[in-house]
T-cell receptor, first 110, second 112 residues
């Protein structure tokens, strides 16, 4: 069974701090990895995609991928209360299928 | 540019009733997907359509059928609703090459 594992949280950080969200995946054949943000009662929104080992930065967000360790992370710098949401990690399994983790709830305290 | 739209937003059904969830996208994407999301279980793929004219089962297809009506529209049908199908249903679409998926607002379905 191909899986994507995330700590369900909640992860609580103070405003202005760095939030670190982590994810592991089981399928060594996965090539594409995604982070989605989901506010309560809303649909998932794509915030980052990463395909190569290393770091990818987009504004306050940095995605990190280590295929040898089968590990993906998302760092949110200068966390804001508006970043409070559930963050879903996802990995492709080939053939148009994507496996989603159950998500990590992030709470940013003002 | 509306992105991905879904109708209805909310629905209550009695056990055994049928209904169709509608989804449309205006991003000229080739691939479309139907997911259900239940508390603590994340998103689970019900069916997907890699391109117009094709559909395939996902992780949890039992009790559902789909139709890829054209490139824009992908519908999900519940023939005989069961309480276990109470969930939030999301439609998504993607450009085939990158697999980045864009989601509709969801349908909250309750089966009593």
């Amino acid at each position: 069974q191909k899986e994507v594992e995330q700590n369900s949280g909640p992860l609580s950080v103070p405003e202005g701090a760095i939030a670190s969200l982590n994810c592991t995946y089981s399928d060594r054949g996965s090539q594409s990895f995604f982070w989605y943000r989901q506010y309560s009662g809303k649909s998932p929104e794509l915030i980052m995609s990463i395909y190569s080992n290393g770091d990818k930065e987009d504004g306050r967000f940095t995605a990190q991928l280590n295929k040898a360790s089968q590990y993906v992370s998302l760092l949110i710098r200068d966390s804001q209360p508006s970043d409070s949401a559930t963050y879903l990690c996802a990995a492709d399994t080939g053939g148009f299928k994507t496996i989603f983790g159950a998500g990590t709830r992030l709470f940013v305290k003002a | 540019n509306a992105g991905v739209t879904q109708t209805p937003k909310f629905q209550v059904l009695k056990t055994g009733q049928s209904m169709t969830l509608q989804c449309a996208q205006d991003m000229n994407h080739n691939s479309m997907y139907w997911y259900r999301q239940d508390p603590g279980m994340g998103l689970r793929l019900i069916y997907y359509s890699a391109s117009e004219g094709t559909t395939d089962k996902g992780e949890v297809p039992n009790g559902y059928n789909v139709s890829r009506l054209n490139k824009r529209e992908f519908s999900l049908r519940l023939e005989s609703a069961a309480p276990s199908q109470t969930s939030v249903y999301f439609c998504a679409s993607s450009d085939r090459t990158y697999y980045e998926q864009y989601f509709g607002p969801g349908t909250r379905l309750t089966v009593t």
